[in-house]
């Protein structure tokens, strides 16, 4: 049991680590505007903010990914709703927040860094479902046998 955890917590781990990386390759694309000193100005600080929400992006995946070892408790791993709380619980939490930011910033026509950092979000938590659902039948089916 303890390798079937390990291995899906690197997974994860490692899983983070990639989403960061390109996090970080997107915020890097971003076109540049030629203007003044004071657009110029904005462009640094947009660029050191969307640097440190990539750092809080990174530091909640990788809270959550060791969160991920509590399913070494056989009352966590053998009861589902804790299981799905170890994988999804604070992926879900730190994704309602960000969606209620993305929204309250739609809502006031004021497209932001928000949306870059809801959509790797997004993907992180479709990558921690899957990797959820993988880790339930791994255990069902050693369960079973």
Not at 8 to 32: D, G, Q, R
Not at 78 to 95: A, E, Q
Not at 112 to 134: D, H, K, N, R, W
């Amino acid at each position: 049991m303890k390798k079937i955890v390990f291995k899906f917590w690197i997974i994860n781990f490692l899983i983070s680590v990639a989403l960061f990386f390109i996090y970080n390759m997107v915020i890097a694309a971003t076109k540049t505007v030629d203007g003044n000193l004071f657009e110029k100005l904005i462009q640094i600080l947009e660029l050191l903010l969307n640097m440190g929400f990539a750092f809080i992006y990174f530091i909640a995946m990788a809270i959550s990914s060791f969160v991920l070892l509590l399913n070494l408790v056989e009352k966590i791993r053998n009861n589902f709703y804790l299981s799905l709380s170890t994988f999804l619980g604070i992926p879900l939490f730190c994704f309602i927040l960000i969606i209620s930011n993305v929204l309250i910033d739609i809502r006031l026509h004021n497209f932001t860094i928000l949306t870059t950092l809801a959509i790797f979000s997004t993907i992180g938590l479709l990558l921690t479902t899957i990797q959820f659902l993988l880790f339930r039948k791994r255990i069902n089916k050693i369960q079973v046998q």
